[in-house]
């Protein structure tokens, strides 16, 4: 069982490279998410999709870009790398739009800005 | 405005304790979910209860139970007999299911269980 599948799992970048965070679920799932953690703190919503080609803006999008082409997959670009996204970020994929499913998780990619 | 509190940030405990895991919400809605995740050290969050505002029935699985009162907005889990492998970081989660919105989950700042021998 694949689920959320997210690369790469660690990741240096100095300041001013972009890159591309990929993430893919293979569970069919309409719903897609992308969450920043961290040290010492939750979850915080960067984007999420409700469906291919469907995107809109978390709590903390500035710095971020995101598209979704595919049902499976769900990428989240960073254009400019500044120090303060240094973070632990988190892909998640539900089936409900309802809020009464639980969201799976991936693995996370951890990234330091250098 | 949402908003999830979990006070405890950190708990040590020795095993076979019982240990209870504290968290308070803020909603306006009167339909939303909680959520509680676990995070161990090897860094994946793991999905261990939903649920919803209707029903506010006490739940236990195993050594796990959690305690959901709306008249004081909390949702606490507890886990008896604690173990070395409930070493993790606990999260609780509310999400709304206001009309035209998602599953945004809205997080608390977690808690940290260490389990000694």
């Known amino acids: 069982n694949a689920g959320v599948t997210q690369t790469p799992k660690f990741r240096i970048l100095k300041i001013g490279q972009s890159m591309t965070l990929q993430c893919a679920q293979d569970?069919?799932?309409?719903?897609m998410y992308w969450y920043r953690q961290d040290p010492g703190m939750g979850l915080k919503l960067i984007y999420y999709?409700?469906?291919?080609?469907?995107?809109d803006k978390g709590e903390v999008p500035n710095g971020y870009n995101v598209s979704r082409s595919t049902t499976e997959d769900f990428p989240l670009r960073l254009e400019l790398a500044a120090p303060s996204q240094t973070s632990v970020y988190f892909c998640?994929?539900?089936?409900?739009?309802?809020?009464?499913?639980?969201?799976?998780f991936g693995d996370g990619t951890r990234l330091s800005i250098l | 405005a949402q908003k999830v509190t979990q006070a405890q940030t950190e708990i040590s405990v020795v095993e076979k304790e019982d240990v209870t895991l504290d968290c308070v919400y803020e909603?306006?809605?009167?339909?939303?979910?909680l959520f509680w995740y676990k995070q161990p050290p090897s860094g994946e969050l793991v999905f261990l209860i939903r649920?919803?505002?209707?029903?506010?029935q006490n739940e236990i699985s195993g050594r796990y139970s959690w305690n959901f009162q709306k008249s004081t907005s909390s949702f606490n889990f507890t886990i008896t007999a604690s173990q070395v492998v409930d070493s993790a970081v606990y999260f609780c989660?509310?999400?709304?299911?206001?009309?035209?919105?998602?599953?945004?989950?809205?997080f608390g700042t977690g808690t940290r269980l260490q389990v000694f021998p």
């Open positions: 989660a509310l999400s709304e299911a206001r009309s035209g919105n998602t599953d945004k989950l809205i």
């Open positions: 569970m069919n799932h309409n719903y």
């Open positions: 909603t306006r809605d009167t339909t939303y979910y």
């Open positions: 999709s409700v469906g291919a080609g469907i995107t």
């Open positions: 998640a994929s539900s089936y409900s739009i309802r809020a009464n499913q639980p969201q799976h």
């Open positions: 649920r919803n505002s209707f029903d506010e």
